[in-house]
Protein backbone atom coordinates (compact mmCIF):
# COMPACT_ATOMS: atom_id res chain seq x y z
CA UNK A 1 0.00 0.00 0.00
CA UNK A 2 1.26 3.62 -0.60
CA UNK A 3 2.15 5.57 2.00
CA UNK A 4 -0.18 8.25 3.05
CA UNK A 5 0.68 12.02 1.91
CA UNK A 6 2.61 13.69 4.91
CA UNK A 7 3.20 10.46 6.73
CA UNK A 8 6.65 9.85 5.57
CA UNK A 9 9.57 8.91 7.51
CA UNK A 10 11.91 11.36 7.92
CA UNK A 11 15.53 11.44 8.42
CA UNK A 12 18.24 14.75 8.65
CA UNK A 13 22.01 14.46 9.05
CA UNK A 14 23.45 16.86 11.07
CA UNK A 15 26.16 17.00 13.61
CA UNK A 16 27.09 14.72 16.44
CA UNK A 17 23.87 14.80 18.46
CA UNK A 18 21.06 12.64 17.47
CA UNK A 19 17.49 12.50 18.43
CA UNK A 20 15.19 9.63 17.56
CA UNK A 21 11.32 10.80 17.37
CA UNK A 22 8.31 8.33 17.83
CA UNK A 23 5.09 9.19 16.59
CA UNK A 24 1.84 7.61 18.11
CA UNK A 25 -0.49 4.70 18.11
CA UNK A 26 -2.67 4.89 14.62
CA UNK A 27 -0.76 8.30 13.60
CA UNK A 28 2.28 9.27 11.65
CA UNK A 29 5.36 11.09 11.24
CA UNK A 30 3.14 13.96 10.08
CA UNK A 31 2.24 14.29 13.84
CA UNK A 32 5.95 15.05 14.37
CA UNK A 33 7.69 16.44 11.12
CA UNK A 34 7.25 20.46 12.42
CA UNK A 35 9.25 19.31 15.41
CA UNK A 36 12.09 17.23 13.65
CA UNK A 37 12.87 20.13 11.16
CA UNK A 38 12.80 22.58 14.21
CA UNK A 39 16.10 20.01 15.74
CA UNK A 40 17.10 19.15 12.17
CA UNK A 41 17.28 23.17 11.63
CA UNK A 42 19.49 23.66 14.70
CA UNK A 43 21.97 21.25 13.47
CA UNK A 44 21.17 17.75 15.15
CA UNK A 45 20.89 14.67 13.22
CA UNK A 46 17.29 13.85 13.25
CA UNK A 47 15.10 10.17 12.69
CA UNK A 48 11.57 10.19 12.71
CA UNK A 49 10.84 6.34 11.45
CA UNK A 50 7.49 5.56 10.34
CA UNK A 51 5.92 2.39 12.55
CA UNK A 52 5.22 -0.46 10.71
CA UNK A 53 1.33 -0.97 10.14
CA UNK A 54 0.57 2.70 9.94
CA UNK A 55 0.48 5.67 7.55
CA UNK A 56 -1.44 3.54 5.06
CA UNK A 57 -4.62 2.22 6.14
CA UNK A 58 -5.81 0.75 9.03
CA UNK A 59 -6.41 -2.96 7.60
CA UNK A 60 -2.22 -3.27 7.15
CA UNK A 61 -2.27 -2.26 10.85
CA UNK A 62 -3.77 -5.40 12.27
CA UNK A 63 -1.31 -7.50 11.15
CA UNK A 64 1.08 -5.66 13.28
CA UNK A 65 2.01 -6.24 17.00
CA UNK A 66 3.76 -3.78 19.55
CA UNK A 67 6.91 -6.38 19.00
CA UNK A 68 6.92 -4.73 15.60
CA UNK A 69 6.56 -1.28 16.63
CA UNK A 70 9.33 -1.33 19.37
CA UNK A 71 11.74 -3.28 16.81
CA UNK A 72 11.26 -0.44 14.24
CA UNK A 73 12.69 2.27 16.92
CA UNK A 74 14.82 0.15 18.71
CA UNK A 75 16.62 -0.09 15.20
CA UNK A 76 16.64 3.30 14.34
CA UNK A 77 18.06 3.99 18.18
CA UNK A 78 20.68 1.40 17.42
CA UNK A 79 21.96 3.76 13.98
CA UNK A 80 21.80 6.75 15.47
CA UNK A 81 24.15 5.66 18.47
CA UNK A 82 26.28 3.91 15.47
CA UNK A 83 26.27 7.56 13.88
CA UNK A 84 25.52 10.55 16.47
CA UNK A 85 28.43 10.96 20.31
CA UNK A 86 24.82 11.68 21.89
CA UNK A 87 21.50 10.22 21.24
CA UNK A 88 18.10 11.50 22.79
CA UNK A 89 15.05 9.92 22.61
CA UNK A 90 11.54 11.80 22.25
CA UNK A 91 7.75 10.81 21.54
CA UNK A 92 4.02 11.55 21.57
CA UNK A 93 1.69 9.37 23.18
CA UNK A 94 2.15 5.40 22.23
CA UNK A 95 5.66 6.89 21.04
CA UNK A 96 6.19 8.20 24.26
CA UNK A 97 5.73 4.63 25.55
CA UNK A 98 8.63 3.57 23.46
CA UNK A 99 10.78 5.90 24.20
CA UNK A 100 10.60 4.89 27.75
CA UNK A 101 11.01 1.40 26.72
CA UNK A 102 14.01 2.33 25.11
CA UNK A 103 15.26 4.09 27.89
CA UNK A 104 14.48 1.16 30.41
CA UNK A 105 16.40 -1.11 28.29
CA UNK A 106 19.36 0.80 26.77
CA UNK A 107 20.46 2.74 29.42
CA UNK A 108 23.32 5.37 28.80
CA UNK A 109 22.84 4.86 25.12
CA UNK A 110 20.45 7.39 25.79
CA UNK A 111 21.28 10.60 26.94
CA UNK A 112 17.81 11.98 27.71
CA UNK A 113 13.93 11.72 26.98
CA UNK A 114 11.48 14.02 26.30
CA UNK A 115 8.06 13.01 26.25
CA UNK A 116 4.49 14.24 25.19
CA UNK A 117 1.33 13.46 26.47
CA UNK A 118 2.60 9.73 27.23
CA UNK A 119 0.21 6.26 26.84
CA UNK A 120 0.74 4.41 30.03
CA UNK A 121 -3.04 2.21 29.99
CA UNK A 122 -5.89 1.50 27.93
CA UNK A 123 -8.74 2.49 30.05
CA UNK A 124 -12.03 2.03 30.59
CA UNK A 125 -14.49 -1.26 30.50
CA UNK A 126 -13.77 -1.59 26.82
CA UNK A 127 -10.11 -2.25 27.65
CA UNK A 128 -10.92 -5.73 29.66
CA UNK A 129 -13.10 -6.81 26.92
CA UNK A 130 -10.54 -6.78 24.41
CA UNK A 131 -9.15 -10.28 24.63
CA UNK A 132 -12.54 -11.38 23.10
CA UNK A 133 -13.84 -8.31 21.34
CA UNK A 134 -11.32 -8.13 18.72
CA UNK A 135 -12.27 -11.63 17.51
CA UNK A 136 -15.49 -10.21 16.84
CA UNK A 137 -15.37 -6.49 15.95
CA UNK A 138 -12.28 -5.33 13.48
CA UNK A 139 -12.29 -1.63 14.78
CA UNK A 140 -13.51 1.26 16.51
CA UNK A 141 -13.68 5.11 16.16
CA UNK A 142 -11.10 6.37 15.68
CA UNK A 143 -8.72 8.38 17.48
CA UNK A 144 -7.15 10.66 15.17
CA UNK A 145 -6.60 14.88 15.52
CA UNK A 146 -7.19 15.39 18.89
CA UNK A 147 -6.39 18.90 18.25
CA UNK A 148 -7.31 22.50 20.08
CA UNK A 149 -6.46 24.28 17.02
CA UNK A 150 -8.22 25.45 13.94
CA UNK A 151 -7.48 24.49 10.88
CA UNK A 152 -5.00 22.05 12.61
CA UNK A 153 -4.97 17.75 11.46
CA UNK A 154 -2.78 14.88 11.99
CA UNK A 155 -2.46 12.28 9.55
CA UNK A 156 -3.68 9.31 11.05
CA UNK A 157 -6.40 6.12 10.58
CA UNK A 158 -10.38 6.92 11.39
CA UNK A 159 -10.34 3.69 12.89
CA UNK A 160 -8.81 1.54 15.45
CA UNK A 161 -8.08 -1.42 14.52
CA UNK A 162 -9.23 -4.15 17.66
CA UNK A 163 -5.88 -6.48 17.16
CA UNK A 164 -3.55 -3.79 17.01
CA UNK A 165 -5.55 -1.85 20.59
CA UNK A 166 -5.22 -5.28 22.07
CA UNK A 167 -1.17 -5.58 21.51
CA UNK A 168 -1.02 -1.64 22.45
CA UNK A 169 -2.71 -2.76 25.99
CA UNK A 170 -0.13 -5.76 26.85
CA UNK A 171 2.83 -3.70 25.61
CA UNK A 172 1.58 -0.76 28.17
CA UNK A 173 1.55 -3.00 30.75
CA UNK A 174 5.37 -4.33 29.63
CA UNK A 175 5.90 -0.58 29.84
CA UNK A 176 4.60 0.31 33.02
CA UNK A 177 6.81 -2.60 34.45
CA UNK A 178 9.85 -1.28 33.50
CA UNK A 179 9.81 2.22 34.43
CA UNK A 180 11.77 2.19 37.73
CA UNK A 181 14.33 1.32 35.02
CA UNK A 182 14.62 4.53 33.33
CA UNK A 183 17.36 6.94 34.75
CA UNK A 184 17.48 9.40 32.16
CA UNK A 185 17.02 13.46 32.63
CA UNK A 186 13.51 13.56 31.32
CA UNK A 187 11.09 16.46 30.49
CA UNK A 188 7.14 15.65 30.37
CA UNK A 189 4.54 17.75 28.43
CA UNK A 190 1.19 17.33 29.11
CA UNK A 191 -2.22 18.51 28.03
CA UNK A 192 -4.56 18.84 31.17
CA UNK A 193 -7.19 18.92 28.49
CA UNK A 194 -6.64 15.54 26.41
CA UNK A 195 -9.38 13.72 25.08
CA UNK A 196 -7.49 10.38 24.29
CA UNK A 197 -4.87 10.02 27.25
CA UNK A 198 -5.72 11.06 30.64
CA UNK A 199 -3.63 13.36 32.99
CA UNK A 200 -3.49 10.34 35.44
CA UNK A 201 -0.85 8.40 32.66
CA UNK A 202 1.44 10.99 32.60
CA UNK A 203 1.30 11.43 36.41
CA UNK A 204 1.93 7.60 36.75
CA UNK A 205 5.03 7.95 34.54
CA UNK A 206 6.31 11.04 37.12
CA UNK A 207 5.70 8.73 40.20
CA UNK A 208 7.67 5.70 38.70
CA UNK A 209 10.53 6.01 36.91
CA UNK A 210 14.25 6.45 38.84
CA UNK A 211 15.06 9.51 37.28
CA UNK A 212 16.09 12.70 39.25
CA UNK A 213 16.33 15.05 36.42
CA UNK A 214 13.18 15.77 35.98
CA UNK A 215 10.94 18.76 34.33
CA UNK A 216 7.38 18.20 34.30
CA UNK A 217 5.48 20.99 31.23
CA UNK A 218 1.86 21.70 31.02
CA UNK A 219 0.24 22.42 27.73
CA UNK A 220 -2.50 24.25 28.95
CA UNK A 221 -3.85 25.41 25.15
CA UNK A 222 -3.13 21.87 23.88
CA UNK A 223 -4.97 18.42 23.61
CA UNK A 224 -3.70 15.22 22.84
CA UNK A 225 -1.94 16.01 19.50
CA UNK A 226 -0.13 18.94 21.55
CA UNK A 227 2.85 18.64 18.88
CA UNK A 228 0.15 20.29 16.05
CA UNK A 229 -1.38 22.40 18.81
CA UNK A 230 -1.16 25.50 20.22
CA UNK A 231 1.83 24.78 22.55
CA UNK A 232 3.70 23.11 19.42
CA UNK A 233 6.56 25.97 19.83
CA UNK A 234 6.85 25.16 23.91
CA UNK A 235 7.42 21.55 23.39
CA UNK A 236 10.20 22.45 20.20
CA UNK A 237 11.95 25.03 22.56
CA UNK A 238 11.79 23.10 25.71
CA UNK A 239 13.35 19.89 24.00
CA UNK A 240 16.22 22.57 22.45
CA UNK A 241 17.06 23.90 25.67
CA UNK A 242 17.14 20.81 26.99
CA UNK A 243 19.72 18.85 24.50
CA UNK A 244 21.81 22.04 24.46
CA UNK A 245 21.50 21.87 28.52
CA UNK A 246 23.20 18.04 28.20
CA UNK A 247 25.53 18.47 25.46
CA UNK A 248 26.41 21.69 25.13
CA UNK A 249 29.80 21.43 24.34
CA UNK A 250 28.33 19.56 21.37
CA UNK A 251 25.64 21.67 19.92
CA UNK A 252 25.87 25.15 20.75
CA UNK A 253 28.56 25.52 17.87
CA UNK A 254 25.92 24.75 15.36
CA UNK A 255 22.71 26.18 17.53
CA UNK A 256 24.56 29.58 17.24
CA UNK A 257 25.05 28.94 13.63
CA UNK A 258 21.84 28.70 12.50
CA UNK A 259 20.54 31.44 15.39
CA UNK A 260 19.06 29.40 17.36
Given at each position: ????????????????VG??????????????????????????????????????????????????????????????????????????????????????????????????????????????????????????????????????????????????????????????????????PM??????????????????????????????????????????????????????????????????????????
Amino acid sequence: MPVLPGAEPYRHEGGEVGVLLCHGFTGSPQSLRPWAEYLAGRGLTVSLPLLPGHGTRWQDMQLTTWEDWYAEVDQALRELSARCERVFVMGLSMGGALTLRLAARHGVAVSGIVLVNPANKVHGLAAHALPVVRHLVPSTKGIASDIAKEGAAEVGYDRVPMHAAHSLRRFLRVVDAELPQVTQPMVLLHSPQDHVVPPADSARVLSRVSSTDVKEVLLEQSYHVATLDHDAERIFEESWAFVTRLAPELVVEKGNASGG
